[in-house]
């Protein structure tokens, strides 16, 4: 079975992006880091990394930041097309500084040479917002 890395699809994109505010209040968003996802066979699974201050800051001038794991797992054919697993972790707690060298760690072990796309803090909420309008009935 071939393994292809692909470009994020703006589908994906959205429902990974729509996933990651279930569980992280856009407003906290700092940043989000799309890797491209990997094709193999029937499913395409993906991982973003995500920025979020925290919730009440201790120490003001040490702005700190939850880094989350975003990942997804998304059956493009067969009988079960259209599943779509996810799941958003809390992994760290950080400055924001920090999040960069986790990205730069995430794509050595992947052994990825693309660069994960950023996203500000505002054009994710930009984007959230957009998505959910289009999906609110």
Same mark, same amino acid.
């Given at each position: ?52 201050? *925290?919730?009440?800051? +201790?120490?003001?001038?040490? %702005? !700190?930041?939850?880094?989350?794991? @975003? $990942?997804? #797992?998304? /059956? ?31 794509? *050595?072990?992947?052994? +990825?040479?693309?660069?994960? %796309? !950023?996203?500000?803090?505002?054009? @994710? $909420?930009? #984007?959230? /917002? ?8």
């Amino acid at each position: 079975m071939s393994t292809q890395t692909i470009p994020l699809s703006s589908d994906a994109r959205e429902k990974l992006l729509l996933a990651i505010a279930d569980t992280v209040p856009p407003e906290r968003i700092a940043e989000v880091h799309f890797f491209p996802p990997i094709r193999q066979g029937t499913l395409e699974t993906g991982v973003a990394v995500v920025a979020a201050l *925290r919730a009440v800051a +201790e120490v003001p001038e040490r %702005e !700190r930041h939850v880094v989350y794991t @975003a $990942r997804y #797992r998304w /059956t493009r054919k067969g009988p079960e097309r259209g599943k779509w697993d996810c799941e958003v972790v809390a992994e760290a707690d950080a400055p924001l500084v920090t999040v960069e060298a986790v990205v730069r760690g995430v794509q *050595r072990r992947a052994n +990825e040479t693309v660069d994960p %796309e !950023r996203v500000t803090g505002d054009e @994710a $909420r930009t #984007r959230i /917002t957009d998505a959910r309008c289009r999906t609110t009935p």
